[in-house]
Structures are given as structure tokens and as C-alpha cells.
């Protein structure tokens, strides 16, 4: 049953990936500012993060020297998406082909990059990447929601301010997930850690 899930949850999100990044879906989705930034986007790069586990890049090559602990690879993945939350490259995609065939190119290239960096961080990575996404995130949710004035020449101020309250629920909510994902998995794991050691303690009968 797992098993069956692991393989159609990521085959889904790709096909959704290459229709929102194709016409007549894409041109849809890039008429509002919500739905490029909260639909298409997240379906790229989640798309790209998935497929991350097919590439098996050799680790003498020097990306993943450079990469060794994940961090690196992760900072690069938060800095590209960083860049496509601001104004003018909501503008540029919004307006240019090339522009969103860029917002494309580098979405995949982060997608894949946070995939392969999340398999090689630690918690702290992970931590720090999270932390710093959602951190950039609400920002950019406050910003948008609470400016009285255009920020992106492409969208109407009210579509800014929705978009902005969205993502800051969004932030919030993917927070609270991992939180308490993680901190599930700290427990499962501190109780297999404990059953082990009981089992090893105990007298044979």
C-alpha cells in the first residue's frame, strides 16, 4: 500500500508540474498572483524534490564535495525561491517568456538540489532550512498583505493582498507539520532506542 503511494503521489504532482508549466494551464495559472505562487511554483519544485530520488550523483564529483552535508545545496534551493517571491520576478514571468522559462529552469534546479541536500543534511539542516523558508515566507506574506500600494505591476492589489494572507497561512501551517513531524519522529525513535536496550538488558530466560 506504501509502497503504491510513494509511486503515484509523485507521479501525480509531476504530470500537474508539466501541465501548470505548459499552455492553455499556465497561462491560467500566471493571471493570478495566488496561483503562481501558492500552485504552480510548489508543483515544480515539489515535482523536482521527488524525482531527486532517481538521480545518484557519484560523490567525487564536485557538486557533492561542495555539498558533502547538504547545507550548501539547501541554501542554494531557499535563495532561489527567495528570488521568485519578489515583485520583479513575479512581474518578469508574469510578462516574459523567457523570464518564465527561467522561473522554470531554476525552480527545477532547486527542487532537485533541496531533495538531494535534504537526504544528505542533519536535523540541524533541516532545521535551518525550514526555519528560514518560513521565515522568508511570512515576510513576504506581510509585505504584500499589509502594502497600500501595487507591489507587482501584473496583479491587482487586492489578488497582492490575498496572496499575501495566503502565504502567511501557508507558512504557518507547513511549520506546525514539520514541528510536529519531527518531533514524532524523535519520540518513535527514542522508543525503538529504548525498547533495544531493554531487550538487550534482560536476563535470558
Not at 509531476?14 to 498572483?33: D, E, G, N, Q, V
Not at 539542516?125 to 521565515?135: D, E, L, S, T
Not at 493582498?161 to 514539520?178: C, E, M, R
Request: with cysteine.
Amino acid at each position: 500500500m506504501n509502497a503504491s503511494r510513494d509511486r503515484v503521489v509523485p507521479a501525480a504532482v509531476t504530470l500537474l508540474a508539466a501541465a501548470s508549466s505548459l499552455p492553455p494551464l499556465s497561462t491560467l495559472l500566471m493571471r493570478f498572483m495566488l496561483t503562481q505562487m501558492l500552485v504552480q511554483i510548489p508543483l515544480i519544485f515539489l515535482a523536482a524534490a521527488s524525482l531527486s530520488v532517481h538521480i545518484r550523483l557519484p560523490t567525487e564529483t564536485r557538486w557533492m564535495q561542495w555539498n558533502a552535508q547538504g547545507a550548501p545545496g539547501l541554501l542554494f534551493s531557499a535563495i532561489v525561491l527567495a528570488f521568485w517571491m519578489t515583485p520583479i520576478a513575479l512581474d518578469g514571468a508574469a510578462a516574459d517568456s523567457l523570464w518564465e522559462t527561467g522561473k522554470i529552469a531554476s525552480v527545477l534546479a532547486a527542487g532537485s538540489s533541496a531533495g538531494i541536500s535534504w537526504r544528505l543534511g542533519s536535523g540541524v539542516a533541516h532545521a535551518f532550512y525550514v526555519g528560514n523558508m518560513v521565515w522568508m515566507t511570512v515576510t513576504a506574506g506581510m509585505l504584500y498583505q499589509e502594502s497600500t500600494e501595487r507591489l507587482c505591476n501584473a496583479y491587482l492589489w487586492n489578488d497582492q493582498a490575498i496572496t499575501g494572507q495566503a502565504l502567511v497561512g501557508v507558512s504557518i501551517v507547513l511549520a506546525v507539520t514539520w514541528v510536529l513531524e519531527f518531533a514524532g519522529r524523535n519520540v518513535r525513535q527514542s522508543s525503538r532506542t529504548g525498547g533495544d536496550a531493554q531487550g538487550a538488558d534482560s536476563p535470558p530466560a
